[in-house]
């Protein structure tokens, strides 16, 4: 065991942010930190490292274990070039290497005894130099950088004139090969593009080291992680395997949980209504019955109902008008910025229903496309057509379709006037703005806070096409799941641009990657995109075309025959119908027995008390032979109720479970 986090408590002010959160990690071992925006992921990496001290609990780290750590904003003011500033990172081996080159100069001046030991040192020093892999520094160094987005001419730039985003890849470029025993990496994926974070991904498959990562990318988590630590409520529940195996047990678990608070509520109200029918027979067996069962009722271990996080924010995507089936038709269409041509002569069709990712390098022009079709800018050449009854709405990542001098209530009723004060709060609250957080401002949001914005101006429109440019950007994971399954769920046709691959591979429909100035196209999910990407490539560069005209039917997916598929859910949906119409059928014969004994009990019930009645007739009372006659019948009646009401809680029992 390499680290162990035990019991580790931590507070801010009034805030309990961790509750004796533990975990340990093995030595190679990768494992992700998930939780929502503000859960306390980046607290506890502080904590490991030693930059934050826990109020309780303790870290213990395996001895002479080297830790690194990569956090979300970095403040390097270096004033060397972004080569030499990764370079220093291996300063040691550098030293090493100029005492190596400083022995060879000197071993032609020594002899004797001097020789041999300079000899040895030499030795040493070389067999050291090489097992820490000195000869491939350099190289080492040049494949980190182009691997992180960086060309040969950016290695010239001073880290002190790069922005915030160049500065974070050179601290994670001095990070990783720095290779210590325990890599953190907090958000690594920000500010990386798509092959930039499959380098990465590379990178992390092969390390030695353990590594902890805090991301919201949960395809890259699924890629690399093999162990998921859950911060929810404060406390921390381990899972092995990837995201995708802990999203699973998650659900499940949740499942289970509600599943087990429902049946125990079914069971409370079932005893609650037996007890009360028991009393209602008002015979001393009965409250007898009723008083024991009341105390078993007292005994059990109420359960609360699991809190449903995926209802925190509710966004529900449903267009007012249909479209016809082509929405959008693209032809020869060019743009380029100061002489450089982003796309060329590019050519597509859009159908309702689609759902289209657009993907690519950054700076290639993905989102200068969405401004395009939006109507925002103008093409160079070509030409775009909506098809009839299409309406569009534009999710801008950089949030321009709001109004920054405007409340975040004012922007809704200002853009949909015929919404009242209480539409306009319950559509703020679906989105997680409840109270005085409806009259801040839209310049003081967080990208986060702006991003719910535009998605309920979104979701308030009429749209049945759908232009989002990086629509999960500042969402937290659990957003990200409801964005998901709203997308999915459209009905109307989508075209965004992301990076985000796992969104992608759950919403596309078809993928559409820009790369040397024109498309390749492609129907079906990302997973199976990236398995047929190297031979699109491929035929891209041999045809020099992947858009132009009627693209080449080797771009496409071959259509899946699925009539044997079909027959087995036709066989399979028959025999679910089957069974519940028998489960049906069973149901009702129990409630009809329950009805039959119910009122068999008041009908012998009834007839005791008019025999009671009888009785006291005088010219019954004074007739042995009458009496002897009701008082047997009383008394059978008796029996009989007895029976009936064992069989009424028999039957109650049965039809509850």
């Excluded at 987005?149 to 001073?158: A, I, Q, R, V």
């Excluded at 210590?180 to 990496?185: A, E, K, N, V």
């Excluded at 209802?311 to 032809?331: F, H, Q, Y």
Aim: aromatic letters at 6%; one cysteine or more.
């Amino acid at each position: 065991m390499i680290l162990s986090v035990n019991s580790v408590t931590k507070s801010f002010g009034t805030d309990v942010i961790l509750s004796e959160v533990s975990f340990h990690m093995e030595a190679g071992q990768k494992a992700a930190i998930v939780g929502i925006n503000g859960a306390g992921k980046s607290t506890l990496l502080k904590i490991i490292t030693g930059e934050l001290s826990p109020d309780s609990g303790t870290v213990s780290i395996q001895k002479d274990t080297t830790v690194g750590i990569l956090t979300q904003t970095q403040n390097l003011t270096s004033e060397n070039t972004i080569y030499d500033e990764v370079l220093s990172v291996k300063a040691d081996l550098l030293a090493l290497e100029e005492n190596i080159r400083r022995t060879e100069h000197l071993l032609k001046d020594l002899t004797g005894d001097e020789l041999t030991q300079a000899l040895s040192k030499y030795s040493r020093m070389n067999t050291e130099f090489e097992n820490a892999n000195g000869y491939a520094i350099r190289s080492e160094i040049t494949g980190c950088l182009k691997g992180l987005g960086f060309t040969e001419e950016d290695f010239s730039k001073l880290v002190n004139t790069l922005s915030g985003g160049q500065k974070t890849r050179v601290a994670l470029a001095k990070l990783l090969l720095s290779k210590p025993d325990i890599l953190m990496l907090d958000e690594p994926t920000n500010h990386l593009d798509m092959d930039a974070i499959r380098w990465l991904e590379g990178f992390l498959l092969t390390y030695k080291g353990a590594v902890i990562l805090v991301a919201h990318d949960r395809y890259f988590l699924d890629r690399i992680v093999s162990k998921v630590i859950e911060i929810e409520n404060t406390h921390a529940r381990s899972y092995e395997g990837n995201y995708t195996a802990f999203s699973e047990k998650k659900k499940q678990l949740r499942d289970a949980l509600i599943k087990q608070y429902l049946n125990q509520q079914r069971e409370i109200k079932h005893q609650e209504a037996v007890i009360e029918k028991l009393k209602s027979f008002n015979r001393e067996k009965s409250i007898k019955r009723a008083a024991s069962r009341e105390k078993q009722l007292a005994k059990i271990e109420r359960l609360e109902l699991p809190k449903e996080l995926n209802a925190e924010m509710d966004i529900r995507l449903e267009p007012n008008i249909l479209s016809g089936n082509d929405v959008l038709t693209v032809k020869h269409l060019t743009k380029g910025f100061d002489g450089v041509t982003l796309f060329k002569d590019i050519n597509f069709e859009i159908k309702r229903g689609d759902k289209v990712g657009i993907i690519g390098a950054n700076g290639t022009g993905k989102t200068t496309l969405l401004r395009i079709l939006n109507g925002l800018i103008e093409p160079d050449e070509g030409s775009f057509k909506l098809g009839a009854k299409v309406y569009t709405g534009y999710y801008d990542q950089e949030h321009h379709v709001l109004n920054p001098d405007k409340t975040v209530f004012e922007e809704i009723q200002d853009t949909y006037p015929d919404m009242d004060n209480t539409k306009v709060r319950n559509v703020l609250a679906a989105f997680l703005f409840t109270g005085d957080d409806v009259f801040k401002l839209i310049r003081d949001l967080s990208g986060g806070e702006k991003g719910r914005v535009s998605l309920a101006k979104l979701m308030l429109s009429d749209a049945n096409l759908l232009y989002l440019d990086e629509p999960t950007n500042h969402l937290d994971i659990i957003s990200k799941e409801i964005l998901e399954q709203a997308v999915s769920s459209y009905e109307g046709t989508v075209i965004y641009v992301s990076h985000d691959r796992y969104f992608i591979n759950k919403t596309a429909t078809r993928i559409m990657e820009l790369i040397n100035n024109t498309f390749i196209c492609f129907d079906g999910t990302y997973d199976y995109y990236l398995e047929k990407r190297d031979m699109l490539i491929a035929q891209l560069n041999k045809s020099g075309t992947a858009s132009g005209g009627t693209p080449d039917n080797s771009l496409y997916t071959a259509n899946i025959s699925t009539s044997e598929s079909g027959k087995n859910d036709s066989n399979a949906s028959r025999k679910a119908w089957e069974n519940a119409k028998k489960q049906q059928a069973a149901q009702r014969k129990l409630e009809n027995e329950l009805k039959k004994t119910e009122e068999n009990i008041s009908r012998l019930e009834a007839r005791n008390l008019e025999i009671d009645e009888q009785m006291q007739l005088p010219e019954i009372s004074t007739t042995p032979s009458k009496l002897l006659e009701l008082s047997v019948e009383h008394e059978n009646n008796l029996k009989k109720l007895e029976e009936l009401m064992e069989h009424w809680e028999d039957l109650s029992n049965q039809l509850d479970s």
